[in-house]
């Protein structure tokens, strides 16, 4: 019910208790002192009422600890804990009367005990009572802290579950749509892209349960994907990577780069005589993709699913958007990096 620190402070609490109500007659010891007056020091007595306040205290903090058990049942709890305390304070009250009368009636007067007595009792119930309340009110937030959490981690496993599932058949389907045109062009060359290809499938199938990979693995499935893209345009696109190799274990999202550049060939001209060119750099610990702009005169379809699915994987794994700059002759972006 409670965990081993939680129990400890429940004792220390109670032991507190007991010496703040009990210590305090350790001042008739001092001779004229006030409650001289009406008790005269006996360690055996003081002793006694300590351990018999003890007794309650902790009582008291398993009677209230045991409320959890009814917590689907507001009102038989709060019944059931009334009327154990009660009982506890009956019990406490005539076990402390029982010992006080039959073994140091003689030296305080009855009167004076049982007003004291009980004013301990029932300030030491209330106490832990406020105690135990504390604990059980942490002990509940915490709770549904963690089940918020498991939750909150719940919902972000599948919402990138989906978005990876989302990034994969659009990138296939449209290398399976370059690859029927080139074998109708040039079967060797066709060769080489299903073997490239194959290798992009490969690095999908081993990386479809991670969601941060090092740069090098990006940077070398890249290498595949842009062996395709040339087979396609040949000089029509030129791709500049300047990357120094102590960032190459950094990490960014799984399949970040290669919609970055297919997001550019498929909104810009590529020719020969136009070339498109692209750049990969950092800047500090920030991973920069731009490329020129050379606008198609049909434009391209597109509703911008591949940067927001990227800008929403790197918000959920990285705690970080992307920054997207666009000026008339380029566009830029900017990948968080977790160096």
């Given at each position: ?135 059980l009110l942490i002990k509940e937030n ?90 396609r345009l040949e000089d029509g696109l ?96 900017k990948l968080p990096l977790q160096v």
């Open positions: 019910m409670f965990s081993p620190t939680e129990k400890k402070l429940v004792w220390y609490t109670a032991l507190f208790i007991t010496l703040a109500f009990n210590g305090s007659k350790l001042m008739a010891l001092r001779p004229g002192a006030f409650i001289a007056q009406y008790w005269h020091f006996n360690g055996y007595e003081l002793f006694c009422q300590a351990v018999l306040n003890l007794a309650v205290c902790i009582a008291a903090a398993y009677i209230n600890m045991r409320y959890v058990q009814y917590g689907k049942k507001p009102f038989t709890g709060i019944v059931w804990v009334v009327a154990a305390n009660t009982g506890l304070l009956v019990a406490g009250f005539f076990a402390g009367m029982l010992v006080q009368v039959k073994f140091f009636g003689d030296d305080t007067p009855l009167t004076v005990f049982l007003g004291a007595y009980i004013l301990r009792l029932v300030a030491s119930q209330a106490l832990m009572g406020i105690l135990i309340k504390i604990l915490n709770r549904k802290d963690k089940e918020n959490e498991q939750l909150r981690n719940a919902y972000l496993n599948a919402q990138l579950q989906l978005l990876k599932e989302e990034l994969n058949p659009h990138f296939f389907f449209n290398a399976l749509s370059s690859l029927s045109s080139i074998v109708r062009e040039d079967p060797q060359k066709a060769q080489q892209y299903i073997s490239h290809l194959s290798k992009m499938f490969r690095y999908s199938l081993n990386r479809q349960e991670k969601s941060l990979v090092t740069l090098k693995d990006e940077l070398t499935m890249l290498d595949s994907y842009l062996a395709l893209q040339k087979m030129a791709v500049n990577i300047n990357i120094p190799q102590q960032y190459y274990n950094s990490k960014l999202p799984y399949m970040s780069l290669q919609p970055l550049l297919e997001n550019a060939v498929k909104h810009n001209m590529a020719s020969a005589g136009a070339p498109l060119k692209a750049s990969i750099f950092l800047e500090g610990d920030i991973l920069v993709v731009e490329n020129n702009i050379q606008p198609l005169r049909l434009p391209a379809e597109g509703n911008g699913t591949g940067l927001a699915n990227l800008n929403e994987r790197c918000r959920i794994l990285m705690h970080q958007e992307i920054a997207i700059e666009k000026t008339p002759d380029k566009f830029v972006v």
